[in-house]
């Protein structure tokens, strides 16, 4: 023990450091999951990538003294839509840098119907479209296609009434008596549900952020419940509304927004001798860009192309010295200098016969004029570059007309499918059959140079399989 002490004394003594190290032929055996369990469990999994993480910009920068108050506002307003796990302020020289990164839980899922938009990766860029029929006891949801159309999905009882889709074709929403439902990914699983008993109307924005809802019950004052604008991402309700009166949903006037561009299009009737007129307005500069007046004028209806790259007036007259009321069609011509107006007689394209609406290619050019209901069903189809009759075709008894989101295609509500030439492709039978809807397509991506390329491409392709 002397010597042990002793050692220990002496300033030059070293003692040796032991050895941790394995030696040459030791067989370790022993799992990395079995030694560190704990720490392994902490290791950041693939799943935890940005997904759940949102930047906030524009943030007041702040120093130390005032940062909580900031953390407490922020959170108070991103909060509610959902749990806040992780907060981070960047700062640089005593300052927050104007932005803040926050994680919510994974819990937080706005899309759990996974890929919301896989009908578009269709190979054969076939289109969908709903259909009801049993009286309301079967939807379908079907892949259109020139030969026959491909089931993709059908339930029994899926709606109360009807359905209808989101402007860009994510959401499906069926109604019942107690609220709406919104289903949506490749098998149509409910996305989100809201509560409104007695809803009978809906109406979406176009970036499918929000949803109105409609009921004809009574509401009381102190809370209204006849019109509720909701939240499609959290389903929260953000305001309920009073309605004076259910008449008409929506309410229309005389007059109509271009679909693209600022610019409003109204008809005042004529007031003694002074003629009715269609004006063109630009705003906000209130600029009148084009002014047609019209005579013997009975009543007109506005029809935007989808792209406001044309304008069609449905005008009814009353001509001196005839009975009976005589249509015709006023084209815009929206892009063009000084917006030119190509006339369409309905005497000279019908040979007698009336039609009493118009229906619009998506993508513009092409239209239909149709004779619905009491007007035996004729349909006439009309390319409005040159105003020339493709063909001219009859249902009788037709009372409803749909193009397809791509303008291909044309369906009425009998269930009967048409190219947008004229040419009847299907004649498909459904008991007690009540509804067809198209799906929406959201905008492409694509500038109109490269569709043009792809379509040159994709014709080359038809030809050489052909």
């Known amino acids: 023990m002397q010597d ?45 990538g940005i997904d759940s993480v949102i930047v906030v910009d524009n943030v007041p920068q702040v120093g130390p003294e005032r940062l909580d108050k900031l953390k407490n506002v922020i959170h108070k307003i991103f909060s509610k839509f959902g749990r806040i796990t992780t907060e981070f302020y960047p700062d640089a020289d005593g300052m927050t840098k104007g932005y803040d990164l926050m994680c919510f839980s994974l819990s937080v899922v706005f899309y759990p119907g996974g890929n ?22 079967r939807t379908a949801i079907f892949s259109n296609d020139a030969k026959d159309p491909i089931l993709a999905e059908e339930r029994a009882r899926w709606t109360e009434t009807y359905v209808r889709w989101s402007p860009k074709g994510t959401y499906l929403a069926t109604f019942h008596q107690r609220g709406i439902a919104l289903w949506g990914g490749e098998k149509f699983k409910q996305i989100q549900r809201f509560s ?19 009921s004809p019950l009574m509401d009381t004052k102190e809370d209204p419940q006849a019109i509720i604008i909701w939240d499609i991402l959290t389903g929260q309700k953000k305001r309920g509304f009073h309605c004076e009166s259910s008449a008409h949903w929506p309410i229309f006037k005389d007059f109509s927004w271009s679909p693209g561009d600022n610019i409003l299009a109204f ?9 009715a007129r269609v004006t063109l307005m630009q705003l906000p500069s209130r600029q009148e860009i084009r ?42 011509r929206m892009r063009e200098k000084q917006v030119p107006v190509d006339v369409v007689e309905m005497k000279e394209m019908f040979d007698k016969q009336q039609a009493n609406s118009i229906f619009w290619s998506p993508q513009g050019q092409f239209m239909v004029l149709a004779g619905l209901r009491s007007m035996n069903g004729a349909l006439a189809f009309v390319d409005t570059s040159d105003c020339t009759m493709m063909n001219i075709a009859e249902h009788y008894m037709a009372s409803d007309v749909e193009w397809d989101p791509t303008g291909r295609y044309v369906v009425d509500n009998a269930y009967w ?34 569709i043009k ?14």
């Open 4 to 48: 042990t002490v002793a050692m220990v004394d002496d300033p030059e003594y070293e003692e040796e450091e032991p050895s941790f190290s394995d030696p040459e032929d030791f067989d370790d055996d022993i799992e990395d999951e079995e030694l560190l369990e704990d720490i392994l469990r902490e290791k950041p999994q693939e799943a935890d």
């Open 453 to 466: 390329v792809l379509f040159y491409q994709n014709h080359r392709l038809h030809l050489s399989n052909t």
């Open 116 to 137: 919301m938009r896989h009908w578009i990766e269709d190979s054969d860029c076939r289109d969908q479209y709903s259909v009801i029929y049993e009286a309301g006891e």
């Open 417 to 450: 499918l048409w190219t947008f030439q004229g040419r009847l492709l299907q004649k498909n039978n459904k008991d007690r059959f009540c509804q067809l809807l198209w799906r929406p397509r959201p905008p492409t991506l694509l500038s109109a140079d490269q």
């Open 196 to 214: 409104h008993q007695g809803v009978s109307l809906i109406d979406f924005s176009p970036c499918e952020r929000y949803v109105v809802t409609f």
């Open 267 to 275: 008809w005042v009737p004529e007031d003694k001798d002074i003629p």
């Open 291 to 332: 002014v047609r007046n019209l005579f013997n004028v009975v009543d007109c209806k506005l029809h935007w192309q989808r792209n406001g790259d044309y304008l069609c007036v449905k005008v009814d007259r009353t001509p001196k010295g005839t009975q009976g009321v005589v249509t015709n069609f006023e084209i815009f």
